[in-house]
Structures are given as structure tokens and as C-alpha cells.
């Protein structure tokens, strides 16, 4: 990582300036910016194309400061979370908000469009999304991607009165899953092989945790459930590993959603795991963008605050600190934050 001294962008037709006042550093920024060697940073990496000249950061918040032409419904001075994956506008996937689904991709901040870890940030409109009055940018960054994901995974989930939920990978995604289920009211498992992580999201979440490396864990998660298992199960380590873990804690009848990227294959044994034990198992690849602003009135509404999940704040000048320490994998959300008053 290197900080560069750059011209700040103009806004084209139906784009806004962006004063950027809190910028998430997300898992997939690790496997496509950071561990990879330049020379592969080209992608396709998990399907989407990067380029290491492009700035990274896909978790944007800030202060809209300037407004291109032809731009409606956003006032220069309105605060603003934006949606990373920009689709096309106009196919059958974005008109429902799946624009993460867009077969004639637009682009995606942070990846091949420049992204959040600058001090100003050329978006498209259609992009944005207001952040509610006494919601922080750090908080409304975290949604932009890693919260928000956790968010809806439960919801993709069904999440409902008295389900039992378990969580696989406590990273910022499943720790923040941890943290909604609990809110919610359902008894909750966090399964992690990082100590810190589970001592972390037992704290702050409230959650019950299991070593998930450790010989019984699938067998504890039973005993912590009454010997039935999960109703719900996150599974958001990203690795072969959690998924096989997830499927193995799972109720009859569960529903198992899988959020975590991984570069290997699962070899699963269906009919034991899946038609045996009559699971639903599903995916969750992010949320579509009108979700972004449903989510952040709710979480609003209800006055639920992940601050204490934001554990690493950095600015811009020691932003390589910031990715060596989240490359480190310790507990909670690394963010850059910028100074409110500045411009």
C-alpha cells in the first residue's frame, strides 16, 4: 500500500462529489488488493475484475459536496452511504435492485471503478443512499458491505420468533450477524478457530461461543441448542472448512445461508447433510441497493449502533497500518475515518 498525492475528480451527467468521512476495509479487499501478488490483481478474482492501479475501498460514507448535471433527489451537504456494485439501470436485475446481478455490470467501486480510501470520491447518484440522522459514517460505511451482509443474511434466513442461531466465522461480517440476531432475541452461537475473535464477539455481541477448530465442535453447538441444532445458520467464514461445520450444526429443516468467499471447493455429502435433514440451504451475496437504505432507517429506528463492533480507525496517511492490521485478522471493523470538518 502506498498513499499518492491525486487531482480530486469532477462529477460527470448524474454523478455527485463525495467528501469521504469513513471508508470499511473489508475482507474481499484482502483477497483481491492485498495478499495477491501485483501481477494477479487483474481478476477475475471471485468472478469480478480489478486492476491494482485503481483505488481501492468498496465501504464509502461521506458528505455529498458537489453535484454533476442532471442529478435529482440529493442536495449538496446531504450525507450519503454508497452501494458498491453499479449495474447497468435498465435489465430485469437492476429494475428489482439486484444490481449485484447485472450482466452488463457497470462497474464496481474499489475494483475497477476508483473507490472509497480517498479523500474525494466520484459516484453515480443512483448509487447513493441517505444515512439517517445519528447514524455515524463509520457505522453507515460498515453497512455499505460487511454489516449489511451480515444484516440480511438473516433475513435471507427467515429469522424468526424463538429460532436458535449459530454463526460460523465471527469476522466483521458474522460478528455483526451476531450482534442482530442477539438484538433480535434469538439465542446465539459463534464459532471461530481465532480466540480473540470469539472473546470479542462474546463481549460485545453477547453471544455463546465455540473453538470451531476444536475436535467437538459440532457436538457443543448441539449441546448449547438442547441436542437439536441451529434454525439458522450464517456461515460466513469463507472457508471449506465453516461450510462443512455449518451443514453439521444445522436443525432439521434449517435454514443455512453461505455469505463467505472461499477459493476452494466443498465436497458435500447431499443426501446426509441436505435432503436427510430436509435443510434449505441458500446464498447471499451481498443485498440489492434499495435493501441499503431500508436497512439503515431500520437500524436507525431502533437505535441499534455497531460502533463497539468498530475496533480499528486509521487516517488516510497511515492507511498501510490499516490494511497490515486487518491483514492480521484480530477482532471487530478497521475503518480510515476523516475529520467531520474537513473539506
Not at 457505522?139 to 429469522?159: P, S
Not at 475496533?311 to 491483514?327: P, S
Request: charged share 20%; with cysteine; net charge negative.
Amino acid at each position: 500500500m502506498e498513499v499518492r498525492d491525486i487531482e480530486v475528480p469532477e462529477p460527470g451527467p448524474g454523478q455527485v462529489l463525495v467528501a469521504l468521512r469513513a471508508a470499511g476495509l473489508c475482507g474481499s479487499d484482502l483477497h483481491m488488493h492485498y495478499r495477491p501478488a501485483p501481477a494477479d490483481r487483474y481478476g477475475p478474482i471471485f468472478g469480478l475484475r480489478t486492476d491494482p492501479g485503481t483505488v481501492p475501498g468498496h465501504e464509502p460514507a461521506g458528505v455529498v459536496v458537489e453535484l454533476g448535471a442532471d442529478v435529482n433527489g440529493l442536495q449538496v451537504g446531504e450525507r450519503v452511504a454508497v452501494h458498491h456494485m453499479g449495474g447497468c439501470g435498465h435489465c430485469t436485475y437492476c429494475r428489482r435492485g439486484w444490481d449485484i446481478n447485472c450482466r452488463d455490470r457497470w462497474g464496481v467501486y474499489g475494483l475497477d471503478k476508483p473507490g472509497a480510501m480517498q479523500d474525494y470520491m466520484v459516484v453515480r447518484a443512483r448509487d447513493c443512499v441517505k444515512v439517517p440522522a445519528g447514524l455515524s459514517f463509520e457505522e453507515a460505511a460498515y453497512y455499505t458491505c460487511g454489516a449489511g451482509t451480515g444484516y440480511l443474511a438473516l433475513k435471507r434466513g427467515g429469522l424468526g420468533l424463538g429460532d436458535r442461531v449459530a454463526v460460523v466465522g465471527l469476522g466483521p461480517v458474522g460478528a455483526a450477524a451476531a450482534y442482530f440476531a442477539g438484538r433480535a432475541g434469538a439465542q446465539v452461537t459463534g464459532l471461530d478457530v481465532v480466540g480473540s475473535r470469539r472473546e470479542f464477539a462474546a463481549r460485545v455481541t453477547g453471544c455463546q461461543t465455540v473453538d470451531a477448530a476444536g475436535p467437538g465442535a459440532g457436538d457443543e453447538v448441539l449441546d448449547l441448542t438442547g441436542g437439536d441444532g441451529a434454525d439458522v445458520v450464517v456461515e460466513s467464514s469463507g472457508s471449506a472448512k465453516g461450510r462443512a461445520l455449518a451443514l453439521e450444526i444445522a436443525a432439521v429443516g434449517a435454514r443455512v445461508v453461505c455469505v463467505g468467499f472461499a477459493d476452494s471447493e466443498n465436497v458435500i455429502d447431499v443426501q446426509a447433510t441436505v435432503i436427510q435433514k430436509q435443510l434449505d440451504l441458500r446464498g447471499a451475496w451481498m443485498f440489492p441497493l434499495p435493501d441499503l437504505q431500508d436497512m439503515l432507517d431500520d437500524v436507525s429506528a431502533r437505535q441499534w449502533s455497531i460502533a463497539p463492533l468498530v475496533t480499528g480507525r486509521y487516517d488516510i496517511e497511515h492507511a498501510a497500518d490499516a490494511w497490515a492490521a486487518f491483514d492480521r485478522g484480530g477482532p471487530g471493523k478497521t475503518v480510515l475515518s476523516w475529520p467531520e470538518g474537513t473539506s
